[in-house]
């Protein structure tokens, strides 16, 4: 089973690593604001944690005043017993209420830390080359981004509010309980601490090893659920719904049992720790019963020893769940920091000059390339695209035609040679530029589902909406909007799927107008449509091509016999060069292959 799984060789992943990578992020360098906020929590979180402790001597106080029994301080004696009570009940609520307050005065530097961190994990996939793209399941992906940023929340939460603050508060209690008692008190909620989290840790370690196995299958799970549902006709085309619905199955069947694993150590985890909890707190009120016994303590003191065991057995029994929970926010924290350190194959060199286009000609330079070594793709390909003229690249199938676009606009580099624009190597200029100075026409426009005018603005920032309507006119589908009901705020659907094929290469080729690129590359554009269909689209790709340097990858060789060269692959190596007439007269590589796709569209017709 293919799992998807971020993993690196090169940095091992730990809590107290992927802690300091988000340590920068709450006490971020320039921001006084943000750093003054952190003070404050803190400060608000010790006044609360100070209040806590104090407010069971309260309760002494009043219960020994109830007693007859006045051991307690002469200002708490002072107040009275009702006094005391009202006391005690305000202690409790500013305990409460410094709480919240930190909790707000925080949540503007936590929800600022998660708003960067996505940011910056969006920002970085999109970095990311094509590569690793291809190579990646977008479900999982997302699964793992909505995990780490999840885990950045649960941890700055309970980590700095929960995990700190008890630790605090135990401490304190420890020191009360020696003062006012005696140090076996303080031992034996030392020695029961000590159980509970040596018992906690170690169980949580095995839940986490089961816990990453419930996610792992259900990032499966997820991917086969969206692979399914992106291929929808394909599903339907095929009669497949049920063998899709059973390997979906197959997968929620094994996470089902990950579930499981996972839900029975959590029952066993939370029946040690209420056995340890449970016995410490009956060996002190044991210790406290028998002091009241004696007369050494007074019934305030077992009330007061009970109150304190209570007060921090509550927040133990709530460790074992938020430990739980940090643990797996540091493994999911873990895989999203992974991913933000896999480095692009595409890399911008540090000084990297802006490209500026003159006159827009294209080189390629004795390019060797290969997506694997073992599978050479093009072999020292070298041809020139003058400025203004267009060049088709033909070829059959698994020539290599794709793989000059893809190297034009950089998704991948070259191994050996040089593709240049104006006598400028790619690699030398910033990919910004370089995208800027390109316009592609895919043979599947791809469509985000949203207007027909929003997937046409998407080729200018800030386009106005006469802009779009003059580059819809230019790609011959303005009156077609037009008809419409609701026009250009119409929906396209997802993947523009609402659009038939040829409605939707219009939209793609008014993007790439309105964009307005001094070069212009159609990677197979009309090849998925009919011949009607592309007809009317080389009109509006002809005027597309007007005053710019054009590449077209074409397999119909019809749709390439005006270029002003055509440039044959085969086999990743330029077989052949020149004009349709010219090549035909040849009787070469390109007069087979035009001979036949002519003589194959007779017998069709």
Known sequence: MRRSRITSSNT????????????????????????????????LLLMAKLIAVGTPLLYKAAVDLLAGEGQSAPWMLGAGAIGLTVAYGMARLMNVGFQQLRDAVFAVVAQRALRLLALRTFEHIHQMSMRYHISRKTGGLSRIIERGVKGVDFLLRFLLFSIGPLVLELMLVGIVLWVLFDFWYLAVVIVVIAAYVAFTFKVTEWRVRLRKEMNDQDTDANQKAIDSLLNY????????????????????????????????????????????????????????????????LTVGDFVMVNAYMIQITMPLNFLGTVYREIRQALVDMGEMFELLEQRPDVKEKENASVLIVKNATVRFDAVDFSYDQNRPILKSVSFDVPAGQTVAVVGPSGSGKSTIGRLLFRFYDVQSGAVTIDG??????????????????????????????????????????????????????????????????????ERGLKLSGGEKQRVGIARTLLKNPPILLLDEATSALDTGTEQDIQGALARAAQ?????????????????????????GAIVEQGTHAELLARQGRYAALWTRQVRGEEEAA
């Open 424 to 493: 400028q190597d790619l690699r030398d200029v910033t990919q910004e530029s370089l995208h800027a100075a390109i316009g592609v026409v895919p043979q599947d426009t791809v469509l985000f589902n949203d207007t027909i005018g929003y997937n046409i603005a998407y080729g200018l920032d800030g386009a106005t909406q006469i802009q779009v309507e003059e580059a819809a006119r230019a790609a011959q589908i303005h009156d077609f909007i037009a008809s419409l009901p609701d026009g250009y705020d119409t929906t396209v659907g």
């Open 233 to 296: 006709e394909t599903v339907k085309y095929f009669g497949a719904e049920r063998r899709e619905a059973t390997r979906y199955d197959a997968a929620m069947a094994r996470y089902e049992r990950a579930a499981l694993q996972t839900a029975y150590s959590l029952s066993f985890l939370n029946l040690g720790q209420s056995l340890l909890i449970t016995a410490g707190l009956v060996i002190v009120m044991v210790m406290a019963a028998i002091g009241v016994q004696n007369g050494a």
């Open 547 to 571: 005053g710019r340097t054009v590449i077209m990858i074409a397999h119909r060789l019809s749709t390439v016999a005006s270029a002003d060269k055509i440039v044959v692959l085969d086999q």
């Open 12 to 43: 091992p992943s730990n809590g107290w690593t992927t802690i300091r990578r988000v340590a920068p992020y709450l006490w971020p360098a320039g921001r006084p604001g943000i750093k003054l906020r952190v003070v404050l929590a803190l400060v």
